[in-house]
């Protein structure tokens, strides 16, 4: 990625609440070091920044590694990895459960294997509150309560008793994104939020995932592999192949993409608008592997 | 000629007192050699209506008639060597302690075909697949290697219609690119009859002419893909599925939440 800033980086460039230079998390293996991501660099303001990639390309571990929830074997280096002004990779453990939750969020794909399966939602919502705020049982029921008003289920007393296995999947994710917003963070990393829902529900959350980025100036990393939804939803795409960026674009431009992976990639997207006979594979290049 | 042939076809599920009509009255023709689509969300029955067809549901009732005859609801071997079904996520239709020759040798055995080896040859040939990968086991493919495995395993029969269900779901869009390339050609090729589920509406724009909007257990219209795209579907659930799919959009979900909240989970009205 160029480090000189577009047009369409002043946002982030102004506040940047996460940044990132020169990332590198590798696995410790059995056989050697694998590296799943090879110097990545970006900064995140108070937008909706995508991360687009096939699996293994490295997009999830970027969101955990900004959260530090990689697993003991990750190695994570970097010049820079900073939310604000606090060094992530420098941050005490102590400092990194002040930040997480509280700061920074992190909405996962399945709610279903999120939450925990013997205690209410509503508890647990309350719960996320508890841990960073001193506050009466009672108050936190009560704010768990508006957070999920304000997500829009319709019954939030009756939903509050429901344990995860009673509610669907639409709903279990209202509740994560209520979980994660009510200690009110300045940072969300959406992991594929809307990846294992219906079309119609899929919509409803977005918007309310829209809302709440507008409404609390957040800055939001929404990581998915569905090209034309991140199109309509974010205002800056980050294209990555093996654990590099290749391509960092406007959604706008996201038709105007450049490097022959980012091409290659919504080429091979069967199209709503038009009817082809073959769909173009991807031929891969090993020089993509290298520095771009 | 029609291949598949379905009507009135329902199915209910539970016991007396918690009946649940997952099926309701079901009917839609395909031609023989067409690419019908199935789409709706999850519940609305399009997969219920493929397993009913392959003969997983047998308490199903009404009417489905395959090149003409009816079938019955029990299997019968005739049967799985003209229908076939390809399922969405290949770990689990895939046996784990099975190679790929031992999988695609089983359907031969039941049969009494023989000529075993040059038969996983050819269909091997016919997915992409190189002739080593037959002493893999699932775990040692790719998620496009193994899902090319699974539309083998159904070709091997040369059964004349294939029922696939999100075969491409699980997979990248690169990958996804492969496979729907691959059944293109095989149906080019053998002019076989495919009756494919999706919850991607791009995807069955890509590989169907008609399809069937379904919600609820009951199909919504059968449209041309396009008619749908064009704007010119008469349901307006189907209209707002096409929508919903295409972009995101602010007003478009307050409309679905206010239609929701309105019809009682379904979506009606213009």
Known sequence: MSSTPRASDAAAVQAPLIEARDLRVAFQMQRGVFQAIRGVSFSLGREKLAIVGESGSGKSTVGRAIMRLNPPSAIVTAERLTFKDVDLLSASKKELRRLRGRHISMIMQDPK???????????????AYRTHHKVSSREARERALTMLEAVQIRSPKRVYDLYPHQVSGGMGQRIMIAMMLISDPEVLIADEPTSALDVTVRLQILAILDDMVKERGLGMIFISHDLNLVRSFCDRVIIMYAG????TVAAADLDNVQHPYSRGLLNSLPRLDQKRDRLPVIQRDDSWLEAV | MTAISVKNLSIVFGEEDNETKVLDAVSFDVEKGEVFGLVGESGSGKSTVLRCIAGLYTHWTGEIRIDGQPVGAQLTKERCRKIQMVFQDPYGSLHPKHTVQTTLA???????????????????RDVGLAPHLRFRYPHQLSGGQRQRVAIARALILRPSIL???EPTSALDVSVQAEVLNVLSDIRDREGLTYLLVSHDLAVIGHMCRRLAVMQQGLIEEVVDYADLSGGRAQQAYSRMLFDAS??????MANDITAARQAGGGTIHGA
């Open chain 2, 163 to 165: 029922l696939l269900d």
């Open chain 1, 244 to 247: 590099r960026i290749v391509e």
């Open chain 1, 113 to 127: 294997y999120s939450l925990n399966p013997v205690a209410t939602v509503g508890e647990q919502i309350a719960e």
């Open chain 2, 106 to 124: 089983a359907p031969l055995r039941i049969h009494g075909i023989g000529d075993i080896d040059r038969r996983i040859t050819e269909v091997l």
């Open chain 2, 246 to 251: 295409h972009h995101y959009d602010r007003s």
